[in-house]
């Protein structure tokens, strides 16, 4: 369902004109340690995009900045990544 919207929002002229939505998709399997490896995976692709380090590495791509995440379906799970993310200042 989350796939079939981002979808409809980024083919309508109406909603969030010239904007792009994206998404990254991982499967947790409901527990914390594979919802914190996850989280960390993008986060850190974020921050290494940020610092301009091209000349330096061979980066491929350019991956857009991660402005929020829908968190997982159990508390206990989106409560430590809540945790993780707030460090970074990335909304859940």
Known sequence: SMIFAIEEINNS???????????RIFDTCNTVSKALEASLSFV??????????????????NIPSTIAVVGASGSAVSTAVADL???FYIPQ
């Open 13 to 23: 002229s109406t909603l969030l004109p010239n904007i792009t939505l994206g998404y």
């Open 44 to 61: 850190a692709q974020n921050k290494i995009d940020s610092l301009n380090l091209d000349e330096f590495c061979n980066c491929t791509g």
């Open 85 to 87: 993310l707030g460090l």
